[in-house]
């Protein structure tokens, strides 16, 4: 069975950092990707960012580039976000989410933010960033 949780949100001023942990387990992470996603309320949900497990290839929604840093351990099983110059836009709830790459036959997708579909999510944590 797939499990994310993630931790490590909270309340901080703008220009603070946070970093987020997304702890998984029930899947084996070379044949999947994690994605962070986020929503604030009143808007869609939308990716901020996703990592590859088998080559460590991360992508990022141009708004957090330079800000935002997305790495995995595998030894710890654990996905970070580790998020930079905080601003009040950033407030939101964030969540992670796995998808399938590959499998034992065929490639999905080489990209975290290809055709793939994130079926498995966590219970989100809240960001919130004061001004």
């Known amino acids: 069975e797939v499990q994310l949780v993630e931790s490590g949100g909270g309340l901080v001023q703008a220009g603070g950092s946070l970093r987020l942990s997304c702890a998984h387990s029930g899947f084996n992470f070379d044949d999947y990707a994690i994605g962070w996603f986020r929503q604030a309320p009143g808007k869609e949900r939308e990716r901020v960012s996703c990592?590859?497990?088998?080559?460590?290839?991360?992508y990022y929604v141009d708004s957090v580039k330079g800000r935002f840093t997305v790495s995995g351990d595998n030894a710890k099983n654990t996905v970070y976000l580790q998020m930079n110059n905080l601003k009040p836009e950033d407030t939101a709830v964030y969540y992670c989410?796995?998808?399938?790459?590959?499998?034992?036959?065929?490639?999905?997708?080489?990209?975290?933010?290809?055709?793939?579909?994130?079926?498995?999510w966590g219970q989100g944590t809240q960001v919130t960033v004061a001004s």
């Open positions: 989410a796995a998808a399938r790459l590959r499998t034992l036959v065929r490639i999905i997708s080489s990209r975290c933010n290809g055709n793939i579909d994130y079926d498995d």
């Open positions: 990592i590859s497990g088998s080559e460590g290839k991360a």
